[in-house]
């Protein structure tokens, strides 16, 4: 989830794209780029631009680079208020415009992102759907395609991920949020045997097939990921961190991204608080992209290291992949931009 407040700028990208290496470039770490949850897209025509969380009111604005190393503004390219526009920006979070993702299919540009739904007659806190958006140019503007979000699951969704995969079908990722999901499992059951939580709510992994012009899905999603249900589960150690350290009542499986290599389709996210000094980065894997993915029997690939260490004020780094570049996905972690060679 992206709580970020203003003064975040951006996220730990670790970039290792050979166009910075070979340009001679010099950089400095952290990127000036006032963001959270970057992504990064190579448009076809060899520029990249990226997006994100955060630098624009009220939705999103955008950056560009030849060489991922100087990057220059292109001011806000998706506004909440277009022709179509679906969200609350009177909602909490400010709209929670979180995430953007950018794909180019067939010479148009597609934005999608996690807001508020100003559809809310329980006035629900956290009322969170995923959105699409198009343009002709990667600067926008950006359009939604139409007055609502892409599908209601009737529950909070957040963290946008597609796969267009070689079978010609199209695959939209999403995480369930926490909110008022509490689910039962040992780690539950011995949180509250210590009385530390009465309940313990999670955020699950799905995936569901979308419309070839992203207009809606085809069929259920399916549940892809959750944290383990089994004390004993050896990803049960580092998935529950954030209610073992009594930390908060909430574990997460987010922030997914799906890629396939050969045969195997892999999945990173994300597990743990957010805001706190224990989120970290897990895989799993799977033989089809809607298939109950398996996790893989070690702990997480990547951690926090500390509370305050390789962060941005008191806030830890936050990881998600967010890149693209000529059809293959690239690992990066989220929050302050950083470039690595």
């Keep these: 989830m992206k709580r970020i407040p203003p003064f975040i700028a951006g996220c730990f990208l670790l970039l290792s794209f050979s166009a910075a290496a070979q340009s001679g470039n010099t950089f400095q770490n952290p990127l000036p780029v006032q963001f959270g949850d970057p992504y990064v897209l190579k448009a076809a025509d060899g520029t990249y631009y990226m997006y994100g969380t955060g630098g624009a009111k009220n939705g999103f604005a955008a950056y560009s680079s030849k060489d991922l190393v100087n990057w220059q503004p292109k001011g806000q390219v998706w506004h909440a208020s277009n022709p179509n526009g679906w969200s609350d920006s009177t909602a909490a979070w400010g709209g929670a415009y979180w995430a953007p993702e950018v794909y180019e299919r067939n010479g148009k540009y597609y934005m999608f992102y996690s807001a508020q739904w100003k559809q809310n007659p329980t006035k629900e806190l956290e009322n969170f759907r995923i959105g699409v958006a198009v343009a002709d140019r990667p600067t926008g503007p950006f359009v939604d395609i139409t007055g609502k979000p892409i599908f209601d699951p009737g529950y909070p969704i957040i963290d946008a991920n597609v796969l267009f995969d070689k079978n010609g079908k199209v695959y939209l990722y999403y995480s369930r949020c926490c909110y008022k999901h509490p689910v039962e499992s040992e780690v539950a059951a011995w949180a509250k045997e210590k009385g530390w939580f009465d309940v313990i709510e999670e955020s699950w992994v799905y995936g569901v097939e979308m419309k070839p012009d992203f207009s809606g899905v085809i069929g259920e999603p399916v549940m892809l990921l959750r944290p383990p249900v089994a004390m004993g589960d050896k990803q049960a150690e580092w998935e529950s961190r954030s209610v073992t350290s009594k930390e908060v009542n909430r574990r997460w499986t987010e922030g997914s991204v799906i ?23 897990g895989y799993a894997t799977g033989k089809s992209p809607s298939a109950r993915s398996l996790k893989p029997q070690q702990p997480g690939i990547t951690e926090k290291r500390s509370a305050g260490r390789r962060s941005n004020r008191h806030w ?7 890149a693209r570049r000529q059809g293959n996905a690239l690992c990066l972690p989220r929050k302050n931009l950083f470039l690595r060679r």
Excluded: E
């Design 259 to 281: 890629f396939k290599k050969g045969s195997t389709y892999y999945i990173m996210y994300s597990a743990n608080y957010f805001g706190g000094k224990n989120y970290a980065v």
């Design 316 to 322: 830890p780094q936050q990881y998600h992949l967010v």
